[in-house]
């Protein structure tokens, strides 16, 4: 009731606008004089169009619609319905003598109208906004970010009195975007102007409102707002907000994976669903991080049947309740098996006869494997090779082996035995040319089980201290979303035989994680330990081995490297566990024994 008695007054308004705009283009084109029988014309024509606004502005907007005072829909609506009323009087002055007034009347008149109609609205809404802005206990923000996520968010906070927020300024480093004006707000400068503002508006809150922003810009704007004393909000992607304008209540707190793992990813999502609709898809690895993600991204491209392998029953547990809602293990897109196990694996390829392989599991843990290094001969090695060479029993058309950065320039049994993998993926290419097999390889993914970032975390939970190898010890990070989209990407776009690299970005100090996250939570009590570098661990990662021809793909953010090929039936194994690294070592260097040419 109480939005429809608004629209009358506003319908009532606009009357009286109309009716004022007229008198003052009558007034300005008789030199402030108006004659009777001009006069008589003035009222007849104030009633004409005060009847034509009411049923056209009631049948076809702006009244007879709930819009947002002053949004563009209503404007436009009510631009669209003045006009025509406007045009609706020309015609009536032109072709009648009903209505006795000067031909340039009805024009100019409809032009102040629409003028003094669009200024009564400006004015209403700035005087709500000011009205809002001192309020107290309202968060008073900065919004970072001019375009469209930013824009969105300025404007639905100006019609949320109940958001408990009020942006009080906007900046954006786009130079393009300076004195650019959203909601009657003007962008005020850069980030640099962020603490000048904040004393100015006497804010207390920075929103971070471009989605698409890196990392590094995150972690500049947020450190220059945690120096000027303001807290941290961020407006999350908009793949996010599932399809609905965003909200104050859609803002999160400043995390981790905002500093390190915001990576824009533009996808081709027709060429991967081309790639993956219809089609049969088995994941190995499918109950770990990077398996499981890949399989709920893939049953947003409705293959034909997605099949889950792994050995971990947990881990399929848990994917099968992520994709399906349920965990009752009856489904047969479950396969428990063991990649150690040649005969298990031809038989789960065999009856799940996948067209698509995405292969994802391996051991990962380099601390561990380099204990253990038979481990990962087995599974790392041994596994894809019983994979690859199971896949090519069943006529696979595309086949993705999951690799890692520290398969470049390998230090570490990890990476020994992930270029191994990498070369036995290339080979097996060049003995299907019907079929396309490539691997992909980057870094370190937040949130996966066994990251640093959750280390620290339960380090921080028990009150310390957190342990960090080296002080300058340095990691590419990505999100696990992020990181699987780009190797569905690449397994669309890969011709085959080459090893996808996927654009990490910057590295970054891990030290600098540790802080970061040490000051998110609040604590000033936690020390940093340096417990010195480990057995095949590097300072800085590398995405390339030297020597490698790095070439673009069609993708920005995926680049291609040839490894040689390195021939299943070729491979000598160690008779003993002391010799599994070398014989790792010398099988992961090009040009090894039983490498193809």
Known sequence: MRAILTRVRWTVLDILLWAGALTAATILRLDFGIPRTYGQGLVLATAVVACLQIVGGWLFGPYGI????????????????????????????????????????????????LAFMFAAR?????????????????RRAIVFGAGSGGRVLVESLARDPESGLVAVALV????????????????????????????????????????????ESVRKVSSIATD???????????????????????????????????????????????????????????????????CRQITRFFPAELFMLDRDESGLHATQMSIEGHALLESESLVLCDIRDPAAVNRAFRRTR??????AAALKHLTLLERFPTEALQTN??????????????????????????????????GYSKRVAERLTAAADALEPAARYVSVRFGNVLGSRGSVVIAFTEQIRAGGPVTVTHPDVERYFMLIPEACQLVLQASS??????????????????????????????RTDIDIVYTGLRAGEKLTEELFTPGEDVHQSTHPLIRTVVVPGLDADGLHLPTQEDDVRSWLHAYSASG???SRP
């Open 592 to 594: 090894s024994v039983g």
């Open 228 to 294: 000027a004393g303001l807290s941290v909000l961020v407006l999350p992607p908009v793949k996010d907000l599932f399809g609905q304008r965003p909200r104050a209540s859609d803002l999160h707190d400043l995390d981790i994976a905002d500093l390190l793992g915001r990576t824009p990813v533009d996808l081709d999502m027709a060429a991967i669903s081309e790639h993956l609709s219809g089609r049969r898809v088995l994941v190995t690895g499918a109950g770990g991080s990077i398996g499981a993600e890949l």
């Open 172 to 215: 954006d480093d786009d130079p393009l975007k300076q004195r650019l004006r959203i909601a009657g707000m003007r962008v005020r400068g850069r980030s640099a102007a962020i603490p000048a503002l904040a004393e100015k508006y006497e804010a207390d809150t920075l929103i971070i409102a471009a989605p698409s922003a890196a990392a």
């Open 122 to 138: 400006f004015v209403v809404r700035s005087r709500r906004t000011r009205r809002r802005q001192e309020i107290d206990g309202v």
């Open 66 to 113: 709930d819009h947002e005072l002053g949004s563009f829909e209503e404007t436009s609506d009510l631009a669209r319905t003045t006009v025509i009323v406007g045009s609706v009087l020309v015609v009536i002055t032109f072709a009648t003598d009903s209505v006795s007034l000067p031909r340039s009347v009805p024009i100019t008149g409809t032009v102040l109208a």
């Open 354 to 359: 996948p067209e698509i392989v995405f292969h």
């Open 381 to 414: 090695v041994l596994g894809t090779k019983h994979v690859v060479e199971a896949a090519r029993a069943v006529g696979v058309k595309t086949f993705v082996n999951i690799s890692t950065d520290k398969a470049a320039s390998p230090s570490s049994i990890l």
């Open 493 to 522: 776009i890969g011709e085959g035989g080459e090893v996808m690299v996927l654009d990490m970005g910057t590295p970054v100090k891990i030290v600098d994680v540790a802080t970061t996250m040490i000051g998110m939570a609040g």
